[in-house]
């Protein structure tokens, strides 16, 4: 069966890495259908428009989307596309490679960030002069939903550990919920889990990484520590992440559009290529998923490698040795 997948490079070295991962997906044993659409800054100087009717069309028909980044209109690109999809669930893998310099070299998490309410619910209010307020919004629904989905992604991607990170001692209603819903879940898994306090857990990543598999996390802190994660493992050029709905998604590296190095051909293909594994991933495509996140591992290893990990290679140089292991 031939799956469509929308790309959509975007701006600075989305135009370089985005590519690479198309390559990478041409080279393995896959059938897919690639249809390129634009946005970003470039387009929107263009045609007065961030995202244009076409390109979040081609996102809602595909069966899938990579997107580079954005410039100075991410956000206008990004948020909608998040919702052309549908994505209720954030995905964000921090992992640190053999033989790469990382602050945590014994670094394998997965953060399940739950992705459409907490208190990125937009809802904000000035009540009077000086003083303005936020309200944080969490239903039983989507606790569920991304509960369902973590612990499901830990049995099926081999974790023996799950964590739900909360902070319900404070946040007795909203966070009260989570947990309970979320452990409601868990009960009825067959795998290990536990609760952890944030503000702990944030401190305990940092010093016990190795002890963690899986985290399950409302929406703010699942972005504050898997954040945190990525400054363990040793760099932007290296992490992916997946943006999951019910019956579509799209997959982004978790860097932005590093204008300071596009243009010069030496942009980290790796975050941008490990995203496309986990497009294939979760097009069922699992042989082939393993097979590329084998071959960056094996190319982080021994190089050729990009400046931004120490070496002096280029986008291309770094793409051609994936593809050739593949
Ligand atoms: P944006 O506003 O689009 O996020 P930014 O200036 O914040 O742009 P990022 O893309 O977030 O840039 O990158 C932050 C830093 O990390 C930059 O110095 C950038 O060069 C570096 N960086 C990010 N991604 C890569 C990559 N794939 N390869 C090499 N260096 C990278
Ligand atoms: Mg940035």
């Known amino acids: 069966m031939t799956h469509e997948i929308a790309v959509i490079p975007g701006d600075g070295i989305g135009q370089e890495v985005t590519p690479a991962a198309v390559d990478v997906l041409e080279a393995v044993d896959a059938d897919f259908d690639f249809v390129e659409g634009d946005a970003g800054d470039a387009v929107k100087a263009e045609t007065g428009e961030a995202l244009p009717a076409e390109t979040r069309d081609l996102a809602a028909d595909a069966d899938a989307t990579l997107f580079g980044a954005a410039g100075e209109t991410a956000a206008d690109v990004i948020l909608p596309l998040r919702d052309v999809v549908g994505s209720f669930a954030n995905v964000r893998p921090a992992r640190s490679y053999?033989?790469?310099?990382?602050v945590q070299p014994d670094t394998d998490i997965v953060f399940i960030r739950e992705n459409t309410e907490g208190v990125y619910s937009g809802i904000e209010a000035e009540i009077d002069d000086g003083v303005r307020t936020l309200t944080r919004v969490i239903t039983e629904d989507a606790s569920r939903e991304?509960?369902?989905?973590?612990f499901k992604y830990a049995k099926q991607n081999g974790f023996d550990d799950v964590t739900v990170a909360h902070k319900a001692n404070v946040m007795r209603e909203t966070d009260g919920l989570f947990?309970?819903?979320?452990?409601?879940?868990g009960d009825s898994f067959d795998i290990d889990y536990d609760t952890a306090l944030m503000d702990a857990l944030a401190m305990h990543l940092v010093m016990h990484p190795g002890e963690y598999g899986v985290v399950i996390c409302p929406n703010l802190a699942g972005d504050m520590l898997s954040d945190l994660a990525a400054?363990?493992?040793?760099?932007?050029?290296?992490?992916?992440?997946?943006?999951?709905?019910?019956?579509?998604?799209?997959?982004?590296?978790?860097?932005?559009?590093?204008p300071d190095i596009a243009g010069q051909g030496i942009a980290n293909p790796s975050a941008m290529i490990l995203s496309a594994a986990m497009l294939l991933?979760?097009?069922?495509?699992?042989?082939?998923?393993?097979?590329?996140?084998?071959?960056?591992?094996?190319v982080l290893a021994d190089g050729p490698r990009t400046p931004?990990?120490?070496?002096?290679?280029?986008?291309?140089?770094?793409t051609a040795a994936v593809v050739d292991r593949l």
């Open 98 to 102: 053999p033989g790469l310099d990382a």
């Open 146 to 150: 991304i509960a369902e989905f973590g």
């Open 179 to 185: 947990l309970e819903t979320a452990q409601e879940v």
């Open 231 to 258: 400054g363990l493992v040793g760099g932007l050029g290296l992490l992916p992440s997946a943006n999951v709905g019910e019956d579509n998604a799209l997959f982004e590296p978790v860097h932005g559009s590093a």
């Open 281 to 298: 991933d979760h097009l069922d495509y699992g042989d082939e998923a393993t097979a590329v996140r084998e071959a960056v591992e094996g």
């Open 308 to 318: 931004d990990l120490g070496g002096d290679a280029g986008t291309d140089d770094v």
